[in-house]
């Protein structure tokens, strides 16, 4: 190679150094201009998938007051177009019926004047039971409120104020069922507990005039500090108990002592009540770990654990375990047939709440999809049948004002 | 200039230092396509989520919508629902946005931004095909998102909605954050590229120094000088890399260089001498043979003109004749003499005492004609060395005959047998003229003579001495002179001994 051609190559060598040089820092960091078009890819091909929940009709209503006012809002029989209240008003605690097409009051009746707690309205909205205070006893009584009567029933007084109950209703709102409650605040947890069934159908009028009902009760094995779970099935036809303990190698027949190493062993029983039969019967065991026990339904019992959620099929007789999804977060609502599963989240930082719904053919889920969306502080499901589920949700305004809003979303 | 500059250029120092710099700038070139797309990429994803939840959230709330007010889906009920869609999406802060009508006639507007949807591009695809955004990042760090989506309940598309989404603070904040890493890649790299290249330098300095120092010694070496102490110049620092051993063979290699160097030089002068000898012998021999025949031709041409009548010059150059024919004849035989190689033999274990007393009673018959004796001294001791009698005798001969013949008449010439440490040395010592010192260092080359006339006349073929140091160092010995002119000269003669008392 020539001198001269050496030298060219050089000289372009550092020329092209330069450009490289003046290029990178010219482009490098300089802003530029863009300009982009960007085509999404279709609902489909996003791999979201459709539920195959439809939300045919949605109604709702919404109720703008002191945020101290509201206590409760609920429906009302599905295809009533009612809405149910329980207000604070003057003379105390208020049940209101309201056509939600005319936002008028249909009904109001008085219900308690004394401090009630625990407030649960029946799904269809004719019962609501609360814990009441008496007002010349320390300890509490169950009383549940007949609203088309305007009537109570004293379902149970109890006798230490220590107690705790918890109680639940069935889907299709005729059936109350109560139990003690197994925490390590019950008292005297190792003795035996019981379940009761309320039959609302069976209301009727006693010779003083006043209304008595029918009560089943169920005598369960206590067996220590534990924790219960009743859940009945859509129509309180068949109850799923559930007691889950840590057992100190059994407290009763070996005394508790502090001192003693406590044994995790993990221990649990199951039961199936069938209370117009009379019946208990005892389950197979089908977990290793504690469990959360969710929903009794005809396609078997739903349970979460480690944020999953997990059916469990046959559980009267060979119970199986299949897992579905996760659900960390989300507070899961499945349907009396249990086939529609109903999940919300919190979303936008906590301020909108989405229902989203999934559901079962056979025992396979099908996609998770959106159904409805709406910006609450707060909120949470009221109930879930084969055809509706409702919601309630509130949002604060100024004034310690407050818009609380029930939902009624027919599939 | 220019030879200064090619140098520079092709330098190991500049040609690395373009190395360096390409690759440092190379990397920050790479880096920064490398993040530039990454925060665009980041950024058109991040859009895109957004724009799908966007998308999902509107057709849920519309959905909504039209089944709260009993809407029928379709155009008909978008368009009776669009001013409640308008408010329940500005409720949930989509607030700037445009509802058309499927054919793209707009129904409503919210917020203070004009979307023409028809002259944009993202409205043509969506109204075409799908939902499409239009990203617009400007110089300014403005960066602006036109949206639309084709409204499709239940797979029923009933119309669209433009949005408009200001991303700057978000493109600003990914532009800072690019800015921030490009700088400190770029501060980093310059750092590498510092410490590279003073690393590059240190170890072509060393390399520079080399070449400076070889290039001094050759230039010193062309002009027959080797420059050690340009070598001197070669700084180590105490390096112990590649260099440093380098630098260390390279001083190694200069003393042995320097060793074969002055080797060679002293070859050189050796050879140059020898040359220079021979050819002084060869003119010696050449004008030894020339003189006496030269005589024999003149007294053979007088004798072949007047020979007949003039007898005496006939016997006159007879004897002329003989005397130089014989003369010639022995330089000959002196000649052959010195070429001959005799191996070491012939040599045997010989009494050097007996050989010296007999050596001074052979030649006391000569002395006498010069009014001279011959004194032998140390001779009570019998000196023994390894060698040819015959040789030996010869050398000792022919110093005592040099002493009889230019010492002084009627001085006595001492012949001395000693041992010095591990020698048996005999010295042969007269007095006389003497030699001068210039010519000590000569009297034993061939022809030399102090007095050419002299000796000639004398019948000394200049051979002798030369002979004589022959044999000697033939026998491991050595044979020196030393004379004061006027007073005493000494040769001596020493061979290594074998000791005092042999058994022979």
């Known amino acids: 190679m020539s001198k001269l051609k050496k030298r060219w190559m050089r000289q372009s060598i550092l020329a092209m150094s330069t450009v490289i040089v003046t290029g990178s820092i010219l482009c490098g960091c300089s802003r530029q201009e863009m300009t982009r078009t960007i085509s999404l890819p279709d609902?489909?091909?996003?791999?979201?998938?459709?539920?195959?929940?439809?939300?045919?009709?949605?109604?709702?209503?919404?109720?703008?007051?002191?945020?101290?006012?509201?206590?409760?809002?609920?429906?009302?029989?599905?295809?009533?177009?009612?809405?149910?209240?329980?207000?604070?008003?003057?003379?105390?605690?208020?049940?209101?019926?309201?056509?939600?097409?005319?936002?008028?009051?249909?009904?109001?009746?008085?219900?308690?004047?004394?401090?009630?707690?625990?407030?649960?309205?029946?799904?269809?909205?004719?019962?609501?039971?609360?814990?009441?205070?008496?007002?010349?006893?320390?300890?509490?009584?169950?009383?549940?409120?007949?609203?088309?009567?305007?009537?109570?029933?004293?379902?149970?007084?109890?006798?230490?104020?220590?107690?705790?109950?918890?109680?639940?209703?069935?889907?299709?709102?005729?059936?109350?069922?109560?139990?003690?409650?197994?925490?390590?605040?019950?008292?005297?947890?190792?003795?035996?507990?019981?379940?009761?069934?309320?039959?609302?159908?069976?209301?009727?009028?006693?010779?003083?005039?006043?209304?008595?009902?029918?009560?089943?009760?169920?005598?369960?094995?206590?067996?220590?500090?534990?924790?219960?779970?009743?859940?009945?099935?859509?129509?309180?036809?068949?109850?799923?108990?559930?007691?889950?303990?840590?057992?100190?190698?059994?407290?009763?027949?070996?005394?508790?002592?502090?001192?003693?190493?406590?044994?995790?062993?993990?221990?649990?029983?199951?039961?199936?009540?069938?209370p117009e039969k009379q019946e208990i019967k005892k389950l197979q065991e089908y977990a290793d770990e504690p469990v959360n026990p969710v929903k009794y339904t005809k396609?078997?019992?739903?349970?979460?654990?480690?944020?999953?959620?997990?059916?469990?099929?046959?559980?009267?007789?060979?119970?199986?375990?299949?897992?579905?999804?996760?659900?960390?977060?989300?507070?899961?609502?499945?349907?009396?047939?249990?086939?529609?599963?109903?999940?919300?989240?919190w979303m936008d930082d906590l301020q909108s709440m989405q229902l989203s719904g999934v559901k079962l053919e056979g025992t396979e889920p099908t996609a998770k999809q959106a159904l409805y969306k709406a910006s609450f502080e707060g909120g949470d499901c009221i109930s879930a049948d084969d055809s509706a589920i409702v919601l309630q949700g509130y949002e604060y305004l100024e004034n310690d004002r407050c818009n609380f809003k029930v939902m009624e979303l027919g599939y | 200039m220019y030879q200064?500059?090619?140098?520079?250029?092709?330098?190991?120092?500049?040609?690395?230092?373009?190395?360096?710099?390409?690759?440092?700038?190379?990397?920050?070139?790479?880096?920064?396509?490398?993040?530039?797309?990454?925060?665009?990429?980041?950024?058109?994803?991040?859009?895109?989520?957004?724009?799908?939840?966007?998308?999902?959230?509107?057709?849920?709330?519309?959905?909504?919508?039209?089944l709260l007010n009993n809407d029928i889906v379709g155009e008909e009920g978008f368009e009776k629902s669009v001013r409640a869609v308008k408010q329940q999406l500005r409720s949930v802060g989509y607030r700037e946005a445009a509802y058309y009508n499927l054919d793209g006639e707009l129904l409503e507007q919210s917020g203070n931004r004009i979307l023409p949807g028809e002259k944009r591009e993202d409205f043509e695809k969506a109204m075409e095909l799908n939902s499409t955004f239009t990203l617009y990042c400007r110089k300014d760090s403005q960066c602006e998102v036109y949206f639309t989506m084709p409204v499709e309940i239940i797979g029923k598309r009933i119309g669209y909605i433009s949005y408009y989404f200001d991303y700057g603070e978000q493109y600003r904040r990914e532009w800072n954050t690019f800015e921030r890493t490009f700088w400190i890649t770029a501060v980093i790299f310059a750092l590498i590229c510092l410490i590279t290249w003073i690393m590059l330098w240190r170890m072509v300095s060393s390399i520079r120094n080399l070449s400076r120092v070889t290039s001094e010694i050759s230039l010193r070496l062309s002009e027959g000088q080797f420059d050690h102490a340009a070598a001197g110049q070669l700084t180590f620092n105490g390096r112990k890399d590649e260099i440093g051993e380098l630098s260390l063979n390279f001083t190694r290699m200069l003393d042995v260089a320097e060793e074969q160097f002055q080797r060679i030089q002293d070859d050189n002068s050796r050879i140059r001498n020898l040359l220079n000898s021979r050819q002084e012998f060869y003119n010696n021999v050449t004008h030894e043979l020339k003189t006496p025949l030269t005589t024999i031709s003149g007294y053979a041409q007088l004798m072949e003109k007047n020979g007949q009548e003039d007898r005496e010059l006939f016997y006159k150059g007879t004897r002329h004749i003989l005397g130089e024919s014989t003369r010639l004849y022995r330089m000959v035989i002196q000649l052959l003499e010195m070429q001959e190689e005799?191996?070491?033999?012939?040599?045997?274990?010989?009494?050097?005492?007996?050989?010296?007393?007999?050596?001074?009673?052979?030649?006391?018959?000569?002395?006498?004609?010069?009014?001279?004796?011959?004194?032998?001294?140390?001779?009570?001791?019998?000196?023994?060395?390894?060698?040819?009698?015959?040789?030996?005798?010869?050398?000792?001969?022919?110093?005592?005959?040099?002493?009889?013949?230019?010492?002084?008449?009627?001085?006595?010439?001492?012949?001395?047998?000693?041992?010095?440490?591990?020698?048996?040395?005999?010295?042969?010592?007269?007095?006389?003229?003497?030699?001068?010192?210039?010519?000590?260092?000569?009297?034993?080359?061939?022809?030399?003579?102090?007095?050419?006339?002299?000796?000639?006349?004398?019948?000394?073929?200049?051979?002798?001495?030369?002979?004589?140091?022959?044999?000697?160092?033939?026998h491991g010995g050595n044979i020196e002179a030393d004379s004061t002119p006027g007073e005493e000269t000494v040769f001596m003669v020493s061979f290594p001994g074998i000791g005092s008392e042999v058994n022979v």
């Open chain 2, 342 to 474: 005799k191996g070491t033999k012939d040599k045997k274990v010989l009494n050097l005492t007996a050989l010296i007393v007999n050596v001074a009673d052979t030649m006391q018959i000569k002395a006498k004609r010069y009014n001279s004796r011959i004194v032998p001294e140390g001779i009570e001791t019998d000196y023994y060395v390894k060698g040819r009698e015959d040789k030996l005798r010869q050398v000792f001969i022919n110093l005592v005959d040099n002493a009889i013949k230019y010492g002084e008449p009627g001085e006595t010439i001492r012949l001395i047998a000693e041992a010095k440490k591990d020698k048996v040395c005999v010295s042969v010592v007269n007095r006389g003229q003497g030699i001068e010192n210039k010519d000590l260092e000569n009297i034993f080359e061939p022809f030399f003579r102090t007095d050419k006339e002299l000796s000639r006349e004398l019948g000394s073929t200049g051979l002798g001495l030369s002979i004589s140091r022959k044999i000697v160092k033939e």
């Open chain 1, 43 to 274: 609902i489909e091909d996003e791999g979201k998938g459709i539920s195959g929940i439809v939300i045919k009709n949605i109604q709702e209503y919404t109720y703008g007051g002191h945020s101290e006012d509201n206590l409760r809002l609920a429906w009302g029989k599905t295809g009533s177009n009612t809405a149910i209240q329980l207000r604070y008003e003057e003379e105390g605690y208020v049940y209101r019926k309201i056509d939600i097409n005319t936002k008028e009051t249909i009904s109001k009746e008085f219900m308690d004047d004394r401090m009630v707690s625990n407030i649960q309205i029946a799904p269809g909205g004719r019962y609501v039971s609360y814990e009441a205070e008496p007002a010349k006893k320390a300890s509490p009584e169950l009383v549940v409120f007949l609203a088309e009567e305007g009537e109570h029933i004293v379902l149970r007084e109890w006798n230490e104020s220590l107690q705790f109950f918890s109680y639940i209703w069935s889907d299709d709102g005729t059936k109350l069922f109560s139990w003690q409650d197994g925490d390590n605040y019950a008292f005297s947890p190792d003795t035996d507990w019981c379940v009761t069934c309320y039959d609302m159908e069976t209301v009727k009028q006693d010779s003083n005039g006043g209304l008595t009902i029918e009560k089943k009760e169920f005598r369960m094995e206590g067996n220590g500090h534990a924790w219960r779970h009743v859940l009945p099935n859509a129509d309180g036809t068949k109850v799923y108990v559930r007691e889950e303990y840590e057992s100190f190698s059994d407290s009763k027949e070996k005394e508790y002592s502090e001192n003693q190493e406590i044994k995790k062993k993990k221990a649990a029983k199951n039961w199936l009540i069938m």
């Open chain 1, 299 to 345: 396609k078997g019992l739903y349970f979460q654990k480690e944020g999953k959620l997990l059916l469990v099929e046959n559980p009267e007789d060979t119970p199986s375990v299949k897992e579905l999804f996760r659900v960390a977060g989300m507070e899961v609502n499945i349907c009396g047939n249990g086939d529609h599963i109903f999940l919300i989240e």
């Open chain 2, 4 to 66: 200064k500059k090619i140098k520079f250029v092709n330098s190991i120092l500049f040609r690395m230092s373009l190395w360096v710099l390409g690759v440092g700038i190379g990397g920050i070139l790479l880096i920064t396509c490398f993040v530039r797309f990454q925060m665009r990429y980041n950024i058109e994803k991040q859009i895109t989520e957004e724009m799908q939840q966007i998308r999902d959230n509107t057709l849920l709330y519309i959905h909504q919508i039209l």
